[in-house]
């Protein structure tokens, strides 16, 4: 008994390991990094002289920095500050995705996301999509042409002022704790389907 216990233990701790590093090499961008990190340091005055060419310091840059998502706030008609928002700690993962009636690649997305629903849903990875200038009447319209499956609803100005305005369609993938792990803008096809299958990898252990 204290054997299967211990062998549960070291395979829990083994999938953590696992997702830790795929979360690192699969979605973190490269590109975030804060602005000191890409400075290098000046040699040290310290260094001894030793009479023969003075020595390069080694630099070993610290390790990215997430960067942080905004509260997710939403309403199902335009508002300033939503009625409602997403507790991200209730999934592993969320797909956070800024849409558009009347954008093809917005389309595109969803299209991509009805057709893995079922299976983010099986694995904890949530969905919603947000729209930012639409009417309610053309939402509904849309809604009834594409059937979403995931939850879609109007962004609040307030997290669209956050974001800064983000083109249209933009997609973030962001973890648990609302840190940024991926972000699209205007995705092609088939930048969307190889993010699908990195957080398909991701979940299937």
Known sequence: MILQKIFNYLIQYFKFILKTCLIRFLLIPLSIY?????????????????????????????????????????????????????????MHFWYVLILATWNPRSAEITDIINKNFKTFSQRNVGVI?????????????????????????FASRN???????????????????????????????????ESVQKVMILTGY
Request: charged residues 20%; hydrophobic residues 35%.
């Open 34 to 90: 804060a602005a000191d990190d890409k400075k290098t340091p000046p040699p040290s005055s310290n260094t001894p002289n030793t009479g023969s060419s003075p020595q390069t310091p080694v630099y070993i840059p610290p390790l990215p920095r997430h960067m942080e998502f905004p509260t997710i706030s939403y309403a199902k008609e335009p508002t300033v500050e939503g009625e409602a928002e997403i507790n991200v700690a209730k």
């Open 129 to 153: 999509g947000l729209f930012s200038n639409d009417s309610l009447e053309a939402v509904n319209i849309w809604r009834k042409k594409y059937n979403p499956q995931f939850l879609n609803e």
């Open 159 to 193: 997290l669209l002022d956050a974001l800064k305005n983000p083109k249209i369609p933009s997609v973030w993938v962001i973890g648990n704790q609302g840190e940024v792990l991926q972000r699209l803008e205007m995705p092609t096809r088939e930048m969307m389907l």
